[in-house]
């Protein structure tokens, strides 16, 4: 039939060319059946993961609610390529809950051999395995891991070290916070949302002590940035501490940071000169504050900043004044009406209205 | 949106707005394994058209960080649908700042309860919010009848 393709009467251009034509006619149609291939592959693979997942799933949901249940259900067998997505679930399912719940996953999970799986994997070359594998550890709280997750803290990479540091307040928070806290100064890559969940899991109470310690001991741009995170620090300590700082700094840095903490439930120290203060955002900050204390004998010192050169300063001491409990609409026009600069004048006029009062 | 397993006696109705799938699939087992229909919904926006085409159910569990309409909102627009304003709403959230739990009460949650959760705490919570609904829907309902009388 293809005789026609193998006479000898063509000439040799001809030739090359139906041969050429061949060629990429017969790797189109190969290069097409591998698509095919890939694309069936894939979609087998995922497939069975779907499955894996949604069995596993419910294992580990029926394992959180019942502690006879995580002791006694039957276990189904996993493939060494099936670990990381059975991890992932496992790490979502112990991320979701607390208390006897997490302890039935933590149970289910030693069933499963999981320390062992993911100790092995710490030595993986991949680093998401390596990070899995922390994480993992993390959420079993497994002891005899302590000492690898320890090293991982000082990594250069910013995920290993940021996840190494949180499994480790999981496995043993009281050592965990005296050696994280002092590193937050310093690892300025570690992201801060990242930072404030181990703080979280660690607890007020646990953090109150060596929080205080570290932001004394740092300079003034350790300080602002440890204040960024002393919301969770216990309610008295952090009363003694901000009052503290602002009694001793005069940094524009620390005074904003320490200013945006103060609770308002105690007197501010050295109110008179911070609203003076030459830095325009630290007098910004002493309005807001003198309108969260709230006190009748804060008034002078708040329309006195009705006359302030900078806009926002204007803006935060006219709410301020507006947000005063003991002040009602008439004594609020009253105080407008005897303000002689018309700037003032404006900005509680503004303000005024934002309260409805206009 | 899904409904729960229609073998097991349901005696009461929730509607579970959660947008992290593996937290829907845990909180909707939980719950229908207590007895509970459970109407699943994905989003703010699947919350609103449940809210618009279904009858109240008994008990809202509901996130605050949803896609489309945040928790918040659904909470003031539940509180203004004449059919569903007393159905109690549950908070289920990561959001554990004192500003967040404090806006959500006032909005009209009737509980609060922080991610990671327990499992049993909730339900315990769940009842007591579906015991409370009953008895003021009791109690309301024999006061209009002692109004028409």
């Not at chain 1, 039957?74 to 496992?90: I, T, V, Y």
């Not at chain 1, 009363?239 to 005069?250: F, K, M, Q, T």
Request: hydrophobic fraction near 45%; proline fraction near 4%; glycine fraction near 6%.
């Amino acid at each position: 039939m293809l005789e026609w393709l193998f006479r000898s009467d063509f000439d040799g251009v001809t030739t090359a060319a139906i041969w050429s034509i061949a060629a990429v006619f017969v790797t189109t149609i190969t290069l097409f059946v591998y698509t095919l291939g890939l694309r069936w592959v894939t979609i087998v693979g995922a497939r069975r993961r779907t499955q894996f997942v949604a069995h596993w799933r419910g294992v580990f949901a029926a394992a959180t609610l019942s502690e006879e249940d995580a002791s006694s259900i039957a276990l189904p067998h996993f493939g060494r390529k099936q670990r990381s997505d059975l991890l992932e679930e496992w790490n979502r399912a112990r991320a979701a809950v607390d208390g006897a719940a997490a302890e039935n996953l933590i149970f289910l999970g030693e069933r499963l051999a999981l320390p062992a799986i993911t100790t092995d994997m710490l030595g993986s070359r991949r680093l998401k395995s390596r990070i899995l594998a922390i994480q993992t550890l993390g959420n079993l709280r497994d002891l005899p891991s302590q000492p690898a997750i320890r090293e991982l803290v000082t990594h250069d990479n910013t995920a290993l070290s940021i996840t190494a540091a949180i499994a480790l307040v999981q496995i043993c928070p009281d050592q965990a916070v005296q050696l994280l806290i002092p590193m937050i100064e310093k690892r300025s890559d570690w992201p801060r949302n990242r930072v404030s969940i181990f703080l979280h899991i660690a607890g007020s109470e646990r953090i109150s002590e060596p929080m205080y310690r570290a932001i004394r001991s740092a300079d003034n741009q350790g300080k602002s940035l440890l204040l960024k995170f002393a919301c969770q620090v216990e309610t008295n300590v952090l009363d003694a501490l901000v009052e503290d700082l602002i009694r001793e700094s005069n940094d524009a840095g620390v005074l904003n940071a320490a200013l945006k903490l103060v609770s308002g439930h105690s007197d501010v120290p050295r109110i008179a000169a911070l609203i003076r203060h030459k830095t325009w955002f630290v007098r910004v900050q002493a309005a807001r504050v003198l309108g969260r204390v709230g006190q009748p004998e804060h008034l002078a010192l708040l329309e006195s900043m009705l006359h302030d050169d900078e806009w926002w300063v204007r803006y935060r001491a006219a709410q301020a004044i507006a947000s005063l409990p003991f002040l009602g609409p008439n004594k609020l026009r009253q105080l407008q009406n005897r303000q002689s600069d018309p700037f003032a004048a404006d900005i509680l006029q503004q303000a005024y209205a934002e309260v409805g009062l206009a | 949106m899904t409904t729960g397993d229609p073998a097991q006696i349901a005696t009461h109705r929730a509607l579970v707005v959660e947008d992290d799938e593996h937290i829907g699939y845990l909180l909707d087992f939980m719950l229908r394994r207590a007895g509970y229909d459970v109407l699943l919904a994905g989003n703010g926006r699947d919350a609103q058209s449940v809210i618009e085409n279904v009858p109240p159910v008994d008990v809202i569990l509901l996130d605050l960080m949803l896609p489309y309409v945040s928790g918040y909102q659904l909470i003031e627009e539940i509180r203004e649908i004449h059919d569903w304003q007393h159905v109690p709403i549950v908070v289920l959230s990561a959001k554990v700042l004192e500003q967040d739990v404090v806006r959500a009460l006032d909005l009209g949650a009737t509980d609060y309860v922080t991610k990671p959760f327990r499992p049993q705490e909730l339900l315990a919570r769940l009842r007591r919010a579906v015991t409370d609904h009953e008895a003021f829907v009791g109690q309301h309902g024999q006061n209009r009848v002692a109004a028409l009388r």
